[in-house]
């Protein structure tokens, strides 16, 4: 006869997912079949080329996602920065909890490429973003240093709640990329 045994996904590294399962007889075999349900989908992007490197959830359950984009008309709602400033600029976007609905997303950049690689939302909903930079007018505030020393450095940027303000902004890095 067949016993149902609860089995769940979990993340086991790096882009290295597996399942965990409750207690079970190890004398017998265990068939591991596992049902996916799409809780949702959704496009995010606009006339350029646009890619997502990350995505969390916020302490309230809501996607939040960042990446890098081209496009000038990407969706933007109660943006910081409503206005694509170089050749790519980082995206933020932070969806309701069933995707439905764009709560907000801003461009941050300079003017020349600026991509996110990270993302990382607080207890108090904030984000802190990693990511690097070509230009040298990425938006600064109460930096750690001011200035791009080599022809890419990293940022770390900490983003408020709403996506309008920035905590902090700082360039990191030396004379090479």
């Known amino acids: 006869a067949r016993t149902e045994i609860r089995v769940d996904f979990r993340r086991a590294g790096e882009g290295v997912f597996g399942f965990s399962a409750a207690p ?39 996607p939040v996602i960042c990446g890098s984009t081209k496009s000038s008309n990407f969706p933007m709602m109660k943006a910081y920065d409503a206005s694509l400033n170089g050749g790519a600029d980082f995206f933020v976007a932070r969806l309701d909890a069933d995707g439905s609905k764009l709560l907000y997303s801003t461009y941050i950049g300079g003017s020349k490429d600026d991509y996110a690689c990270g993302i990382h939302p607080n207890a108090d909903g904030s984000l802190v973003l990693s990511g690097g930079s070509e230009s040298s007018n990425f938006p600064v505030k109460n930096a750690f240093n001011r200035k791009n020393s080599g022809n890419r450095d990293a940022v770390l940027l900490k983003l408020s709640k709403d996506g309008k303000s920035l905590a902090f902004s700082t360039y990191y890095g030396g004379s090479g990329d």
């Open 24 to 62: 079970y007889d190890p004398s017998l075999p265990l068939m591991i079949d596992p049902v996916i349900s799409l809780k949702f989908s959704t496009f995010l992007g606009g006339n350029g080329p646009d890619s997502a490197s990350d995505i969390a959830l916020d302490p309230d359950g809501r």
